[in-house]
């Protein structure tokens, strides 16, 4: 099984900050890694595919990037409403696996 | 456009199986992988396993030996039984949809299942 490690666990953010949220995986997965964002009390919402490619109707501040086993989130200037938990997610092996998480909680 | 919604009861006693639907609306359940999701209170992401529409099935090593996953093209829905459930199955329990490149790209709202006598 591939075990995704986020780092870091919280991190409390200014409004217009950049945020960086990074995703290890214990194998190589390629570019196989995709992001999501979940806010307090929904379900999770599909940010990014395949390390970087953006999704239609997500903000362009979101972007990732990243190959083999270290990739990157990154939300550029930082909105009240980015609030919420975000995890990475491989699909290159099953079982399919996720990160524990990223909270970020505006300041 | 294609919306999930699950279903079942939000309250099963341990050692008994804790059964869910899944019901796609506004599009077809073919084509496309469905997968059972679970999160516990406050904790991340477990995935439990998928079908696909024509039957196909894989499941999480962690829970195979529990989990039946079912699928009922006629109305549309799929179906998740886990088996012999502890208090560690409370959880809220999401289903999901994929294509083969296995990205979550729809999801349910999700159901609250808690196990307790």
């Known amino acids: 099984e591939i075990v995704l490690t986020q780092s870091p666990d919280f991190q409390s953010v200014t409004p217009k900050e950049k945020v960086t949220i990074t995703c290890r995986a214990s194998?190589?997965?390629?570019?196989?890694l995709h992001w999501y964002q979940q806010k307090p009390d929904q379900s999770p919402k599909l940010l990014i595919k395949?390390?970087?490619q953006s999704i239609s109707g997500v903000p362009s501040r979101f972007s990732g990037s990243g190959s083999g086993t270290d990739f990157t989130l990154t939300i550029n200037s930082l909105e009240a409403e980015d609030a919420a938990a975000y995890y990475c997610h491989q699909s290159s092996n099953l079982p399919l696996t996720f990160g524990g998480g990223t909270k970020v909680e505006i300041k | 456009q294609v919306q999930l919604q699950e279903s079942g009861p939000g309250l099963v006693k341990p050692s008994e199986t804790l059964s869910l639907t899944c019901t796609v609306s506004g599009g077809s359940i073919s084509s496309y992988y469905w997968s059972w999701i679970r999160q516990p209170p406050g904790k991340g992401l477990e995935w439990i396993g998928y079908?696909?529409?024509?039957?196909?099935?894989n499941y999480n090593p962690s829970l195979k030996s529990r989990v039946t996953i079912s699928v009922d093209t006629s109305k549309n829905q799929f179906s998740l039984k886990l088996s012999s459930v502890t208090a560690a199955d409370t959880a809220v329990y999401y289903c999901?949809?994929?294509?083969?490149?296995?990205?979550?790209?729809?999801w349910g709202r999700g159901s609250l299942v808690t196990v307790s006598s």
């Open positions: 395949y390390a970087s």
């Open positions: 194998q190589s997965i390629g570019s196989s």
């Open positions: 999901a949809r994929s294509a083969i490149n296995w990205y979550f790209d729809l």
């Open positions: 079908i696909y529409y024509s039957g196909g099935t």
